[in-house]
């Protein structure tokens, strides 16, 4: 590995590092209440179904980000593995942001949508012509759903959300601009190609051979290209998270949390292109 490389994820790893402790804190904030970050109290301001549904997203990113950081330092064909757990990262922290920057009836319904997803996955068809078959608890399942769940009944009201991520992005950086740009960053860099990948498509194949090589066709250059490859996805899922965080850091108008995120987002920044970024950070 060269040293670059070397050098570049290393600080990545230190940054993400350091951005879970601050998501362990936000999360200990809308699970247990009041603590104390740089000498100033801060106190979850979510209503309780918003606390519930962010801080189970963003738990399950959390989780996902400590895998990803153990792979980090594989090369090869390993790396292949890692951008499907990234996807999941991204879109974990973009529905967390949502959730505590939208008005509580999104988490309310997102709550209920886990009821229905759970029955639902008893109750449902699976396959298509002569290779399909159908699984049910109840005579007529129809009929169940739209007693049970009627808000989930009618055609195409199956999901929770009708927004697509980068819709989602949206309604947050209109809440919290900085947490919009972090996570549509990280929606860039690995969104598309994950899909082609959790698919098993040609181009995913083709891309994760090709990404970040020189031209050349030997083993070496493709293992040399797959830690360019890592280094994308760890700036992706530190992009993630920076934008939950910024977007809690907001919503909660704490000061001390709102620097050391960006302060966090400027190193990570800097790892990924090597200049500074130049801007002034965000006040409450």
């Known amino acids: 590995m060269g040293a670059s490389n070397n ?29 104390v970050f740089e000498g100033q109290k801060l106190s979850c301001v979510l209503q309780c179904d918003q606390a519930r549904a962010a801080s189970a997203t963003a738990l ?36 967390a942001a949502f959730f505590i920057t939208q008005p509580v009836e999104v988490s309310k319904r997102a709550l209920r949508h886990k009821d ?7 109750n449902r068809s699976i396959g298509e012509g002569d290779f399909a078959f159908t699984l049910s608890t109840e005579p007529s399942s129809s009929a169940t759903a739209a007693k ?8 195409g009201q199956g999901n929770w959300s009708q927004l697509t ?15 919009g740009g972090a996570l549509l960053g990280a929606y860039s860099l690995v969104y598309a190609v994950s899909s082609e ?10 891309y994760f051979m090709s990404a970040h090589r020189n031209g050349e066709a030997d083993v070496e250059d ?3 290209g797959t830690e360019g490859q890592v280094i994308d996805i760890l700036c992706s899922v530190g992009h993630a998270a920076s934008g939950f965080l910024s977007a809690f850091a907001q919503v909660h108008k704490h000061q001390p949390l709102i620097d050391a995120e960006r302060a966090l987002f400027r190193r990570l920044y800097k790892a990924a292109l090597g200049e500074d970024l130049e801007d002034e950070a965000p006040t409450v």
């Open 116 to 122: 229905y997803a759970a029955w639902k996955h008893v």
């Open 222 to 224: 493709f293992r040399l």
């Open 148 to 155: 049970l769940f009627p808000e989930f009944s009618g055609k």
């Open 60 to 95: 399950g990113a959390g989780q996902s980000i400590n895998t990803i950081m153990k792979g980090s330092g594989a090369v090869g064909i390993p790396v292949r593995d890692l951008y499907p757990i990234a996807r999941g990262v991204v879109e974990g922290f973009i529905n």
């Open 165 to 179: 991520a980068p819709a989602k992005i949206n309604c947050v950086g209109k809440i919290a601009r900085r947490a």
């Open 197 to 206: 990948i959790i698919h098993g498509s040609v181009y995913g194949m083709s």
């Open 7 to 35: 050098a570049i994820l290393g600080e990545l790893l230190g940054i993400i590092e350091e951005q879970q402790e601050l998501l362990r804190l936000s999360l200990w904030v809308m699970s247990q209440g009041t603590t």
